[in-house]
T-cell receptor, first 115, second 114 residues
Framework: GAVVSQHPSRVICKSGTSVKIECRSL??????MFWYRQFPKKSLMLMAT?????????EQGVEKDKFLINHASLTLSTLTVTSAHPEDSSFYIC???????????FGAGTRLSVL | QKEVEQNSGPLSVPEGAIASLNCTYS??????FFWYRQYSGKSPELIMS????GDKEDGRFTAQLNKASQYVSLLIRDSQPSDSATYLCAVEGVGGTSYGKLTFGQGTILTVHP
């Protein structure tokens, strides 16, 4: 149990395009999902917290207009990187917090490369 | 600023030995603690969660928590080369805007050599 599906696993795109990443909890409901970013040889950096039915809350320094988050249901959250630039290239990872549990389960991650 | 600090690595142990990973945290009110394993290029995988003082064992893994000392550790017995990975200590926030959020340590790279 506790499977979180994230796709795509890898994206290569041109500068200026937008990229959407999906995060789904497959066998449990998640009122809260989190989006992280990880640079090489660094730890995970929380970008935003996504709550079902409400606006996402962003960590300090994260541009909300750049990283659009939608949490439309208890099993799906999406992150859209708008007008991507090479500096947005990174490993993006989502996690889902199981309802009635305080454990975060992670998706497999999306490696974004912006040319 | 809530902080989580892990012992600096990398840590190298021979196959079959015990690997000891340590973590301290700054928020005295923290109640939930996690160890994740991350292989290169992959996302974190939960190994252990611990919420009460003392030891919690699961197979070759033992997590130890001491809230008075604000210290949590992970022991890996009979280390195997497949245990070679980065180990992340994470502490869950308890109040206000930190509720439910994980703060990660910087990670300790473990290498188990045959």
């Amino acid at each position: 149990g506790a499977v979180v599906s994230q796709h795509p696993s890898r994206v290569i795109c041109k500068s200026g395009t937008s990229v959407k990443i999906e995060c789904r909890s497959l066998d449990f409901q998640a009122t809260t999902m989190f989006w992280y970013r990880q640079f090489p040889k660094k730890s995970l950096m929380l970008m935003a917290t996504s709550n079902e039915g409400s606006k996402a809350t962003y960590e300090q320094g994260v541009e909300k207009d750049k990283f659009l988050i939608n949490h439309a249901s208890l099993t799906l959250s999406t992150l859209t990187v708008t007008s991507a630039h090479p500096e947005d290239s990174s490993f993006y990872i989502c996690s889902a917090r199981a309802l009635a549990k305080n454990i975060q389960y992670f998706g497999a991650g999306t490696r974004l490369s912006v040319l | 600023q809530k902080e989580v600090e892990q012992n600096s690595g990398p840590l190298s142990v021979p196959e079959g030995a015990i690997a000891s990973l340590n973590c301290t945290y700054s928020d005295r009110g923290s109640q939930s603690f996690f160890w994740y394993r991350q292989y290169s290029g992959k996302s974190p995988e939960l190994i252990m969660s611990i919420y009460s003082n003392g030891d919690k064992e699961d197979g070759r893994f033992t997590a130890q928590l001491n809230k008075a000392s604000q210290y949590v550790s992970l022991l890996i017995r009979d280390s195997q080369p497949s245990d070679s990975a980065t180990y992340l200590c994470a502490v869950e926030g308890v109040g206000g805007t930190s509720y439910g959020k994980l703060t990660f340590g910087q990670g300790t790279i473990l290498t188990v050599h045959p």
